[in-house]
């Protein structure tokens, strides 16, 4: 019988099925839905309570503003480094004139 201090861990296998979203698709068919229920067409199964597209509606509204607040939040964060370059790049040359100056007077003498 042998014993092992350590085992070795077997690779782990990511299962992925990728599922495709055609926008246009779902638009066309939620507008189709929406005809045929105001003229009456739609049986009973084909009838929806309503919460399934607003789920839809509000995760994309989400998803939305979520990027839109990361855009200006980079934005501000670009604007607050331009700024802080902009006066370390003042106060460095104040400090070089400063120091030239100082040093005019030290070796003049």
Do not use: C
């Amino acid at each position: 019988m042998k014993f092992t201090f350590s085992k070795l861990a077997r690779h782990r296998v990511f299962q992925h099925d990728p599922i495709y979203y055609d926008e246009q698709k779902e638009k066309r068919e939620e507008r189709e839905r929406r005809i045929k229920e105001e003229l009456g067409l739609l049986t009973d199964d084909e009838k929806e309570t309503g919460y399934a597209g607003r789920i839809k509606g509000g995760m994309r509204r989400r998803l939305k503003s979520h990027y839109e607040v990361a855009r200006s939040e980079k934005r501000r964060s670009n604007l607050r480094l331009v700024i802080i370059l902009i006066i370390l790049m003042v106060l460095g040359i104040y400090l070089i004139q400063e120091g030239m100056a100082w040093m005019e007077t030290f070796f003049t003498k």
